[in-house]
């Protein structure tokens, strides 16, 4: 069972990013996501949220507008599309997989927006 995130990396303020979140060993659609993020010295927030099968996504109004939560169940991921990117939101980006008491958490990647 494993969370993989990826997409991450280095763009300038008005950039876009789409970050994937891949599952292994299990179906993603069956589990609630979350796209969560943590920048140095601060708590992890969450970010965009969707629900088990095909349920709506929501965002926080940080990000509202700009992040666009989705899913591909044939390919068994999740994405999260970053437009409009801002310096504050450089973190540590990780996608949370939630189904009853079941939890899993991906490693993470950087993202990094330069003003």
């Known amino acids: 069972v494993q969370l993989v995130e990826s997409g991450g990396g280095l763009v300038q303020a008005g950039g876009s990013l789409r970050l994937s979140c891949a599952a292994s060993?299990?179906?993603?659609?069956?589990?609630?996501i979350g796209w969560f993020r943590q920048a140095p010295g601060k708590e992890r927030e969450g970010v965009s949220c969707i629900r088990s099968g095909s349920g709506s996504g929501y965002s926080t109004d940080s990000v509202k507008g700009r992040f666009t939560i989705s899913r591909d169940n044939a390919k068994n991921t999740v994405y999260l599309q970053m437009n409009s990117l801002k310096p504050e939101d450089t973190a540590v980006y990780y996608c949370?997989?939630?189904?009853?008491?079941?939890?899993?958490w991906g490693q993470g990647t950087q993202v990094t927006v330069s003003s």
């Open positions: 060993g299990f179906t993603l659609d069956d589990y609630a």
């Open positions: 949370n997989a939630v189904r009853g008491v079941l939890g899993y």
